[in-house]
């Protein structure tokens, strides 16, 4: 069975940072593509960033281009997302995802998720 656990959500201060881990079992991490999406109260789920499988390659979304770090472990079947100079925009709750082999920012493309984990930014 495939779990994907994300943990380090919380509230920080705007400027703040903060490190999302996303821990995986029930699959061979090292062949996952893994994304970051988030999803903020009213809104529709947006993609945040990928990582590619060997963890050779990573794309941002915009919104968080030059803030927010991916990068992954596949000896420790992690993946992080580091988050620096937080805004209250960037409040939602933060899924990690898995696609088999396949980077992309559509949703669709990824297999499996995460239950998320809440990150609130204070202004």
């Known amino acids: 069975q495939v779990q994907l656990v994300e943990s380090g959500g919380g509230l920080v201060q705007a400027g703040g940072s903060l490190r999302l881990s996303c821990a995986a079992s029930?699959?061979?991490?090292?062949?996952?593509?893994m994304g970051w999406f988030r999803q903020a109260p009213g809104k529709e789920r947006e993609f945040v960033g990928v990582?590619?499988?060997?963890?050779?390659?990573?794309i941002q979304a915009d919104s968080v281009k030059g803030r927010f770090t991916i990068s992954r472990d596949n000896a420790k079947n992690t993946v992080y997302l580091q988050m620096n100079s937080l805004k209250p925009e960037d409040t939602a709750v933060y899924y990690c995802?898995?696609?088999?082999?396949?980077?992309?920012?559509?949703?669709?493309?990824?297999?499996?998720w995460g239950q998320g984990t809440q990150v609130t930014v204070s202004s």
């Open positions: 990582i590619s499988w060997r963890g050779s390659s990573t």
């Open positions: 995802a898995a696609a088999f082999r396949k980077s992309s920012s559509y949703s669709d493309t990824y297999r499996y």
């Open positions: 029930g699959l061979i991490f090292s062949s996952y593509t």
